[in-house]
């Protein structure tokens, strides 16, 4: 299937690179662009998209508040964000991925792992910049502690929660799914279960409030955990 991009950029030079990189690959259809974020949550809800590749600094309307109208008026069909920005300042990186998006790229990326984010993306996956290290959102999430998170995963099975923690940890469903003897089926299930219930629409939200909550304590590190 071809995964169906809205590219939102300011800067005009760029956004063009960006439109031509990504229908280059016979994968990915660029269905609109948009200069600023208040265009870019018309289109969002008129072309319905696959994923939304999104810049953070822009007029009218910034990115982050983009973020949070296109998936909070999305229906049943919620796109994928990919944020791809000049900037990895913690509060970005933090709210971006706290408020919904699936990814997080600096503009430096190589073009070909700029289109394999999106694929990735596209298939539920999240992404994160290599610069941009787990360290940093632990330290951000620490002082981002809630009570009111922690008694959201009481709605959670023992076993979501279980998932949870694994999925906060960065570990893949295939690596999960080996390590408590389920098929990868039954996994994706307990995730798909587990974000409803906490009103979540992307892997990334799973890993912030895994922190929030303090079902992770910044630094801790799972066990006898298969390799990803």
Do not use: W
């Amino acid at each position: 299937m071809t995964t169906r991009v809205l590219v939102v950029d300011d800067q005009d030079l760029l956004r063009t690179g960006l439109v031509t990189l990504l229908n280059a690959d016979p994968g990915i259809e660029v269905v609109g662009e948009a200069g600023d974020g208040a265009c870019a949550v018309e289109l969002a809800a008129a072309l319905r998209p696959d994923v939304v590749v999104m810049d953070i600094r822009m007029p009218v309307l910034d990115g982050i508040s983009a973020i949070r109208r296109i998936l909070s008026g999305a229906g049943e069909k919620v796109p994928r964000v990919m944020v791809l920005t000049t900037f990895d300042l913690p509060e970005y990186v933090y709210t971006a991925l706290r408020d919904g998006a699936a990814a997080f790229l600096l503009k430096d990326t190589p073009p070909g792992r700029i289109i394999a984010a999106v694929h990735a993306v596209a298939a539920g996956d999240m992404v994160i910049a290599p610069r941009i290290t787990r360290e940093l959102v632990e330290t951000y999430a620490r002082h981002h502690r809630s009570a009111a998170r922690a008694r959201q995963l009481d709605t959670l099975t023992n076993r979501e929660t279980e998932i949870l923690h694994l999925v906060g940890r960065g570990i893949t469903n295939s690596a999960i799914a080996q390590h408590l003897m389920l098929s990868e089926a039954t996994v994706k299930t307990h995730i798909k279960r587990l974000m409803s219930k906490l009103g979540l629409t992307s892997r990334a939200q799973a890993v912030v409030i895994a922190y929030e909550s303090g079902l992770i304590t910044p630094g801790q590190r799972p066990e006898k955990v298969c390799q990803v």
